[in-house]
């Protein structure tokens, strides 16, 4: 299990949310440009591991009366895919589902233009398609090409980028 801190630290590597404290230790993340009344992402973080992510617009999501998913046992991994599932599924246009194997897909190809990534530090990476393959600069320099663009997601993750709109 994930303590505390690496599941605030997942949630804040999303530059897309925002950290609120509440009572009790809790921290709660919203995110602003929700295209619907619901903003909280996430919800209730405490200390003692407990946790939960809004998922009541991802199709097929097993999600409480209130739409969450506790994350009290997740992986870091687990917690990257439905939290930022979670986000896609609050922003306007977007649809997300579960898979067949009851996993969320990390993020969908269906916006195949450029998009911006950064990592907390700040970095910020660019990914664009070309000739059927996937290009990431880093400013004017090349820095990888995917043949995927779930391969070039998987590795942006790993470096611990995450999307911004």
Do not use: C
């Not at 994350?71 to 306007?92: C, F, P, V």
């Not at 320099?141 to 999307?163: C, I, K, P």
Request: charged fraction near 30%; proline fraction near 2%; charge should be negative.
């Amino acid at each position: 299990m994930l303590t505390f801190e690496q599941k605030i630290a997942i949630m804040e590597s999303f530059p897309e949310l925002q950290r609120k404290n509440v009572s009790l230790g809790r921290v709660n993340f919203h995110y602003e440009d929700s295209a619907y009344d619901k903003k909280t992402v996430g919800y209730h973080f405490h200390p003692n591991g407990n946790g939960y992510i809004y998922a009541g617009q991802i199709k097929d999501a097993e999600t409480d009366d209130k739409g969450l998913v506790n994350i009290r046992d997740y992986t870091e991994e687990q917690l990257r895919n439905l939290a930022g599932a979670a986000i896609r599924s609050l922003t306007a246009g977007a649809e997300t589902s579960v898979t067949e194997s009851g996993n969320i897909p990390a993020i969908s190809a269906q916006d195949e233009g450029e998009q911006t990534w950064a990592d907390a530090d700040g970095h910020v990476l660019t990914v664009k398609p070309e000739d059927d393959m996937w290009f990431i600069h880093a400013g004017l320099n090349l820095d990888s090409v995917f043949e995927t663009y779930e391969e070039a997601v998987e590795y942006l993750e790993e470096e611990g980028f995450s999307r911004r709109k």
